[in-house]
């Protein structure tokens, strides 16, 4: 048993970055308005998440632990058109199997009799203990790997698995706008992403949010892509965010963000599809640079294929294809009009 979930862990927890991807995952699943990240050593001695949502009950805690026990999803129903970023209920539990692992949460005041405090549940002695905390959840990973020298040895410096920890955090902030993301290392302030203020529209916060991320000359070098397919479409799908002008482009796959209803995925249907809307101005020489969102019917795209969820699969994937080009050949040609 310790041995098969040592290798299903090995699917979902390669490096420090996927601990991290995969807490703050379940952070905007609670709901969290500010999510805060700490590392040590490249997060190989420690990644701390911290949130302010809607935190763990007391018994919960050890069930949250259980190797795909989730709370997200009840029904085969639910999975084809599941809208959290987690539903497979595998991560901690993997996560605690390669490294140390303690969830300190605390519910709501009303939400349940022993929101009074947080409680810290170490999860290799499986002790539950009260302890300080303002609502929400921290969740501390420790020593990754400790007891797996191999895989250890796999991981690079600790400069390098920070910018992979980084990376994770990125994309997730330029999916969330709305949510505010600090990245400290070794006690210093690496990144922080303010969160829009509230009544702020949705474009004015993408804008600001694209800006602080991908940095100023991205959002003065790009233009703004709002498309969607026409109404008789059986199955619409909406494409928006930006695209950098062609002169901006550079050689830098990690300039590509592309999500499907607010998942960051890495797929060749949509970076081939904008590639092609590219070919005339770009002449193949380099990458495009972009961040896309695409939002189509959570039935017609499978997540559940790969444990890191960072593939999908399409029911249709000439539809998304076409979609994806047209959205962006749209917008250069309206650019150059
Ligand atoms: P999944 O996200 O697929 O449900 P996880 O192993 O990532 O599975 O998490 C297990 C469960 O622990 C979640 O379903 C959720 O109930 C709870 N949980 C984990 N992290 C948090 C958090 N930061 N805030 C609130 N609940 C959490
Ligand atoms: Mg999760």
């Known amino acids: 048993d310790e041995l098969i979930s040592q290798i299903a862990a090995g699917e979902v927890v390669e490096r420090p970055a996927s601990v991290v991807r995969e807490l703050v995952d379940n952070a905007l699943d609670a709901g969290a308005h500010h999510v805060t990240v700490r590392l040590l050593a490249g997060g190989v001695r420690l990644i701390a998440v911290e949130d302010d949502g809607q935190g763990i009950p007391r018994n919960e805690l050890p069930v949250a632990l259980k190797r795909h026990a989730t709370s997200k999803i ?16 595998e991560a901690l539990a993997a996560i605690a199997s390669v490294a140390e692992l303690s969830l300190l949460s605390r519910t709501p005041p009303g939400d349940s009799a022993d ?14 203990s009260p302890a300080p905390r303002g609502v929400g959840t921290s969740v501390e990973v420790r020593e990754l790997f400790y007891a797996t020298p191999a895989r250890r040895k796999f991981l690079k410096t600790d400069a390098t698995e920070l910018a992979h920890c980084v990376e994770a955090v990125r994309r997730h902030a330029l999916a969330r706008p709305d949510v505010g993301f600090a990245i400290w290392h070794e006690g210093k302030l690496v990144e922080q992403w303010r969160a829009a203020p509230p009544g702020a529209s949705p474009e004015d916060s993408m804008a600001q949010r694209l800006g602080d991320v991908l940095g100023r000359e991205f959002l003065d070098n790009s233009l703004p ?18 695209v950098g002008l062609p002169d901006f482009a550079r050689a830098r796959a990690d300039q590509q963000f592309a999500y499907v209803n607010g998942r960051f995925v890495r797929d060749k249907v949509v970076s081939h599809a904008a590639r092609a809307a590219f070919e ?44 994806v080009r047209h959205a962006v050949e749209d917008t250069l040609a309206a650019s150059r009009a």
């Open 280 to 323: 005339d101005v770009l002449h193949g020489q380099r990458q495009p640079v972009y961040a896309l969102f695409m939002e189509i019917d959570p039935r017609r795209v499978d997540v559940n294929v790969h444990p890191t969820k960072i593939e999908v699969r399409f029911r249709d994937s000439r539809e998304v294809h076409q979609a």
């Open 74 to 89: 009840r029904s085969l129903d639910e999975l084809e058109s599941v809208g959290t970023m987690g539903f497979r209920g």
């Open 225 to 242: 892509v709002a498309w969607r397919s026409s109404s008789d479409h059986p199955h619409p799908i909406r494409v928006w965010g930006r």
């Open 115 to 128: 929101a009074e405090h947080a409680w810290l549940l170490n999860a290799r002695t499986g002790e539950l």
